[in-house]
């Protein structure tokens, strides 16, 4: 199975900030990677699909990139509605793999 | 609007069986594979199982391959996970969810979880 690894595994971040996370796989997936945030108590929403395409109705202020191993999920300016937790998974390969996700805090 | 709603999942003893279905509305539903994934309390996201458009082919996880069996009615918009043989650690919210290609070839293909439903939780404890 390909692991995912994500980075870091929890950070705090003030509303505004710029907001980075990665995501690593243990071999190369191309673009075959998605993101998605989840709200305590609630399903997890699909943000970005193929490592850098924004899913229909998600904010512009998310966005991926990356191919090959590496990859990010960048959130331009932090809002209070975007503080959750982040997964990636890879879609290379079944069987489908996430990270062990990203909670971002308010500082 | 796409919607899938869960249900079936409650407490059961190890070594039970629970039956969860997933009613999807607002899509062709035939066009397309549709997938389980779960959460652990606390835990992250591991998928589970899916089967393909016309229910000609199901995928498992290791983990619970042999004791859980994944069918679907397209009749009745409706998809199912038959769980046999509950563990203490099958204990997790269980999301059904669609998948944007009617199969899951072996080829490295742009496959994702969208939308989800809300989540049904599966305690396995005596």
């Known amino acids: 199975d390909i692991q995912m690894t994500q980075s870091p595994s929890s950070l705090s971040a003030s509303v505004g900030d710029r907001v980075t996370i990665t995501c690593r796989a243990s071999?190369?997936?191309?673009?075959?990677l998605n993101w998605y945030q989840q709200k305590p108590g609630k399903a997890p929403r699909l943000l970005i699909y193929?490592?850098?395409n924004l899913q229909s109705g998600v904010p512009s202020k998310f966005s991926g990139s990356g191919s090959g191993t590496d990859f990010t999920l960048t959130i331009s300016s932090l809002q209070p509605e975007d503080f959750a937790t982040y997964y990636c998974?890879?879609?290379?390969?079944?069987?489908?793999?996430f990270g062990q996700g990203t909670k971002v805090e308010i500082k | 609007e796409l919607q899938l709603l869960e249900s079936g999942g409650g407490l059961v003893q190890p070594g039970g069986s629970l039956r969860l279905s997933c009613a999807a509305s607002?899509?062709?539903?035939?066009?397309?594979?549709m997938s389980w994934v779960r959460q652990a309390p606390g835990k992250g996201l591991e998928w589970v199982s899916c089967i393909s458009n016309r229910g000609d082919r199901t995928y498992y996880a290791d983990s619970v391959k042999g004791r859980f069996t994944i069918s679907r009615d397209n009749s009745k918009n409706t998809f199912f996970l038959q769980m046999n043989s509950l563990r203490a650690e099958d204990t997790a919210v269980y999301y059904c969810a669609k998948n944007p290609l009617p199969l899951i070839p072996a080829a490295p293909v742009y496959n994702w979880f969208d939308p989800w439903g809300q989540g049904t939780l599966v305690t396995v404890s005596s």
């Open positions: 193929a490592a850098s």
């Open positions: 607002g899509l062709t539903f035939s066009s397309y594979a």
């Open positions: 071999q190369s997936i191309a673009k075959f």
């Open positions: 998974q890879q879609s290379y390969n079944t069987p489908p793999t």
